[in-house]
């Protein structure tokens, strides 16, 4: 895997929680593991659709976030478009991506499209979820 330099450092901390104004998603490291916190937004990707960040844990195991108000269509873009261009293995190896929205205004239906969608195309699981969403890194 790419090192990301400036855009990226390694943290242990048993909360990391990642927040933009109303939009917050928390990742729980209990055995404070190292984990790869990476800035994608305007720093590894400046031009562009591109999501906030990118964490990667001890397991290789990547985890791209998009921290939104509503606009979840545009979030999908924002996070294909950072896996294809910052992942260490676009159709391989395990994948999360992360849609944490105050409001997700799609229907049940067009979620479970994307999800498939993601889950066929670049082996990622895809969570639609509201701000202050909580799991495991």
């Known amino acids: ?3 990301f330099g400036d855009c990226e450092r390694l943290v242990t901390d048993r909360l990391i929680v990642l927040q933009e104004r109303r939009s917050r998603i928390t990742f729980r490291n209990p055995s404070c593991s190292i984990v790869r916190h990476v800035v994608i937004d305007d720093c590894v990707i400046t031009k562009g659709p591109r999501c906030d960040y ?20 545009h979030a999908i873009i924002q996070l294909e478009n950072s896996i294809k261009q910052v992942s260490a293995d676009v159709f391989e190896g395990e994948k999360k991506a992360f849609i944490i929205s105050t409001r997700c205004p799609l229907a049940s239906t067009e979620v479970q499209a994307y999800q498939l969608r993601f889950r066929k195309k670049y082996k990622t699981s895809l969570v639609i979820r509201s701000s202050g969403y909580e799991c495991g890194i």
């Open 54 to 73: 990118l964490l990667i844990n001890d397991s290789s195991v990547e985890h791209f976030v998009e921290l939104k108000g509503s606009d979840v269509r």
């Open 1 to 3: 895997m790419d090192i």
